[in-house]
């Protein structure tokens, strides 16, 4: 009998692993579209990020999707990750988790470029963002002008963290965090896990009527 439940499962288990599939949850701020664009008048580089709040056991960041904004196509841009050690929500105490140099595409639209980073488990309060060096006349940053939440923060050389809407910036900016979840089974794992457990019950009472 124990030789057949250590069978069992182990069958279930491969069976468990093969087709089962990762939860996704996605933190953003915007509704998809971009609406306009934001970027320093003299140049520079210019910092964004959104600041958002862990929900349940979506704790894993695993990429950062972002919308840019009106640029010289293929510039050279970063993605960030944040923790808010204080968990305020605001990042002036930011501590860097991650970052990734990455090549900006798509300019001035609303596509959402996704860009994989080495996972981290965030907590509490985190931020997600970018930064981009560019020269007068360019706007690397894209904002949704949807209902601002409060939680689209700026910065740049010489000028403090505020949020956007201290500058007269209605909306959020298009980058979000995606995480990666537990793994849940597919309903044709459990309908196979359901007929094993009955064909081990079977088994096992034939062996007993013996």
Known sequence: MKRSLFLFFVIF??????????????????????????????????FWANQFDVVGSDNIIESI???????TEGLAGYVY??????DDG??????????????AVNADTDILNTYDIVD???????????SMIHNSGQYP?????????GKSWIWASGV???????FGLPGNWMIRANTSGPVVPEPNTLILFGAGLLGFAG????????
């Open 13 to 46: 288990m491969v069976l468990f692993l093969c087709s089962s599939s990762y939860a996704t949850a996605i933190y953003q701020l915007d509704d998809g579209t971009h609406e306009n664009s934001v970027g320093l008048t003299s140049g520079g580089e210019l």
């Open 65 to 71: 999707s972002i919308a840019w904004g009106a640029y």
């Open 81 to 86: 990750l944040w923790e808010d050690p204080n």
């Open 90 to 103: 605001n990042p002036t105490d930011r501590v860097l988790l991650t970052s990734l140099s990455v090549v």
């Open 120 to 130: 981290q488990i965030v907590s509490g309060s985190f931020f997600v963002g970018a």
């Open 141 to 149: 940053a894209s904002i949704d002008e949807n209902a601002s939440m």
């Open 160 to 166: 403090d963290e505020a949020i956007i809407d201290s």
């Open 203 to 210: 088994a096992t009472r034939r062996k007993l009527k013996k």
